[in-house]
């Protein structure tokens, strides 16, 4: 991971529109998604900011003061996680800072007691279930269907800790 880059907790000014804004370009760029996937993303986003518990958190991605991406864990149910938001601008992927991020939000899922985490992203997204899969997630629930103006299978991965 390069010297100039930071991961840090807590949400500061700019930082939610930041994460939108990124996951918005994205996904548009590089898998042709459509404006309605930032309500998707914005909308929990901001209410998990301002539930502000103790048992959800989310981490930021800087360099040179740059928003870079990011990772969240927060609470689906009871003792179930959800890890949301993982995103990293191409400039700092191959850097170590993915792998960085799960291991801290893994360490912060089983520090927290829950017993199980779960993640839900698409088919065509190889590289990141690449990596759902190296960190113990199994494939669960699919659901085809017509979402973010694409045909998309939605794919549910799920880790009992």
Request: proline share 2%; hydrophobic share 35%; aromatic share 12%.
């Amino acid at each position: 991971m390069r010297d100039t880059i930071v991961i840090r907790n807590g949400m500061k000014p700019g930082d939610l529109g930041s994460i939108v804004k990124l996951h918005g370009e994205y996904y548009a760029r590089n898998y042709g998604f459509d404006a309605t996937f930032e309500p998707y993303v914005a909308i929990p986003l901001a209410e998990c900011v301002q539930r502000n518990r103790d048992d959800e958190r989310i981490w930021i991605v800087e360099e040179n003061n740059q928003f870079k991406g990011s990772i969240a864990i927060t609470r689906f149910k009871d003792d179930v996680a959800q890890l949301r938001w993982y995103i990293l601008d191409e400039s700092v992927q191959g850097q170590g800072v993915g792998k960085r991020l799960m291991d801290d939000a893994m360490e912060f899922v089983r520090g927290c007691g829950y017993k199980r985490i779960i993640l839900w992203t698409v088919s065509e997204l190889d590289k990141a279930i690449g990596i759902y899969l190296r960190y113990g997630f199994r494939l669960g629930e699919e659901k085809p269907h017509r979402i973010w103006g694409r045909d998309l299978v939605e794919q549910e991965y799920y880790q009992d800790l």
